[in-house]
T-cell receptor, first 114, second 118 residues
Framework: AQSVAQPEDQVNVAEGNPLTVKCTYS??????LFWYVQYPNRGLQFLLK??????LVKGSYGFEAEFNKSQTSFHLKKPSALVSDSALYFC????????????FGAGTRLTVKP | DAGVIQSPRHEVTEMGQEVTLRCKPI?????LFWYRQTMMRGLELLIY????????DSGMPEDRFSAKMPNASFSTLKIQPSEPRDSAVYFC????????????????FGPGTRLTVT
């Protein structure tokens, strides 16, 4: 079965600095990878996904992520963090087209300080 | 589209009572998922449907939980009888699988129902 690990419970960055939220995955077959963001008292919002093609994917709000097959990683990045980026971020994986069982990581709380 | 709609947004009930949570998925989506989120256990998949048919209910914690999807635009998650340990935020999400079309595969979440069982 597929699984996701988010090794950091908390990430703190200063506004204007680059941010990285880490994610590694385990899956048999080709992974479909996703990032979601959750603001307080809200549902999860889709940010970006990797299905196939270019390893660098761009998503909402200036976020991007790079699929690295050899390191089985899909780290979320943003060149310049905003205070409004502070939220809970989830990485998720499913094992390809015929497998709709999506597994979410435990989440990483990002705090951007002014 | 209004997105995934869940009701109620908040539910407070006493132990032993029946609780019914409701979800309306995005029109055109053929998958529907029920999740539970707690601080201790994170986000757990309870059950998911494809074209109104339950596909995997292995995440349903016990027989007190049941879910139905009588048609493409409505699903319920029922807990009977409820217990304090069922207190959590319950999310419904929907998606569709359609090759490489935009918006394919990612799940769209509702705002959640915060359940408190006293």
């Amino acid at each position: 079965a597929q699984s996701v690990a988010q090794p950091e419970d908390q990430v703190n960055v200063a506004e204007g600095n680059p941010l990285t939220v880490k994610c590694t995955y385990s899956v048999s077959g080709n992974p479909y990878l996703f990032w979601y963001v959750q603001y307080p008292n809200r549902g999860l919002q889709f940010l970006l996904k990797y299905i196939t093609g270019d390893n660098l994917v761009k998503g909402s709000y200036g976020f991007e992520a790079e699929f690295n097959k050899s390191q089985t990683s899909f780290h979320l990045k943003k060149p310049s963090a905003l205070v409004s980026d502070s939220a809970l971020y989830f990485c998720a994986v499913r094992g390809g087209y015929n497998n709709n069982d999506m597994r979410f990581g435990a989440g990483t709380r990002l705090t951007v300080k002014p | 589209d209004a997105g995934v709609i869940q009701s109620p947004r908040h539910e407070v009930t006493e132990m032993g009572q029946e609780v019914t949570l409701r979800c309306k998925p995005i029109s055109g989506h053929d998958y529907l998922f029920w999740y539970r989120q707690t601080m201790m256990r994170g986000l757990e998949l309870l059950i998911y449907f494809n074209n109104n048919v339950p596909i995997d209910d292995s995440g349903m914690p016990e027989d007190r939980f049941s879910a139905k999807m009588p048609n493409a635009s409505f699903s319920t998650l029922k807990i009977q009888p409820s217990e304090p340990r069922d207190s959590a935020v319950y999310f419904c999400a929907s998606s569709f699988d359609a090759g490489l079309l935009p918006s394919s595969y990612e799940q769209y979440f509702g705002p959640g129902t915060r359940l408190t069982v006293t």
